[in-house]
């Protein structure tokens, strides 16, 4: 089946600094990408949807200024996580769309999750 | 808006014991329907999904699922499970027009030899 990477698995930040999440659909081409935050617990949010080559559309409530995200190729997607609190300490957790099916007619294929910690 | 509710947040059951975990959600539309697992510490795997036909889908591991129209429902079911089936399972949605999906809150499996 299709392969979805994240990069790190986890990681611990001080508050104020930046952090970088790279999703990677290995075998695959994913002309859209996902984007949900997992509190413990509960169930994933969406964040936003990220289209190839265009800019992302964000969900209600979330600010794209915090959470930067680009989707340079067909392969990887990034999330920014800009001037982090610790109030953006979550489990966030990318899936990619093989971009051969049409939409809405498909799965979608989940990476392993990033830990973010924020001191 | 869309929405997806599973009504069963904790389940405890024995080796051998049958299992059925609801969902329902609401939209009017044409939709999609999944359930995905998540064993502890692991990533996010689907078990089966609904596009259109036989309302009554098989998945992997022996589940399986019946979407019933009328009621807005997608329960999943298993006639005995095992102790390796502990983990959270999602019932999730998308509209027929749209790759979005709304997640329900999750049911907690735990199974005891």
């Known amino acids: 089946g299709a392969v979805v990477s994240q990069h790190p698995s986890w990681v611990i930040c001080k508050s104020g600094t930046s952090v970088k999440i790279e999703c990677r659909s290995l075998?695959?081409?994913?002309?859209?990408m996902f984007w949900y935050r997992q509190f413990p617990k509960q169930s994933l949010m969406l964040m936003a949807t990220s289209n190839e080559g265009s800019k992302a559309t964000y969900e209600q409530g979330v600010e794209k200024d915090k959470f930067l995200i680009n989707h340079a190729s067909l392969t990887l997607s990034t999330l920014t996580v800009t001037s982090a609190h610790p109030e953006d300490s979550s489990f966030y957790i990318c899936?990619?769309?093989?971009?051969?099916?049409?939409?809405?007619?498909?799965?979608?294929?989940f990476g392993p999750g990033t830990r973010l910690t924020v001191l | 808006a869309q929405s997806v509710s599973q009504h069963n947040h904790h389940v405890i059951l024995s080796e051998a014991a049958s299992l059925e975990l609801g969902c329902n959600y609401s939209?009017?539309?044409?939709?999609?329907l999944f359930w995905y697992v998540q064993y502890p510490g692991q990533h996010l795997q689907l078990l089966l999904k609904y596009f259109s036909g036989d309302p009554l889908v098989k998945g992997i591991k022996g589940f399986e699922a019946e979407f019933i129209k009328s009621k807005f429902s997608f329960n999943l079911r298993k006639p005995s499970v095992q102790w390796s089936d502990t983990a959270e399972y999602f019932c999730a949605v998308n509209a027929r027009n749209t790759d979005k999906l709304i997640f329900g809150t999750g049911t907690r499996l735990q199974v005891f030899p």
């Open positions: 075998d695959f081409q994913a002309t859209t």
């Open positions: 939209y009017g539309g044409t939709v999609n």
């Open positions: 899936s990619a769309r093989d971009g051969a099916e049409r939409m809405g007619h498909n799965e979608q294929f």
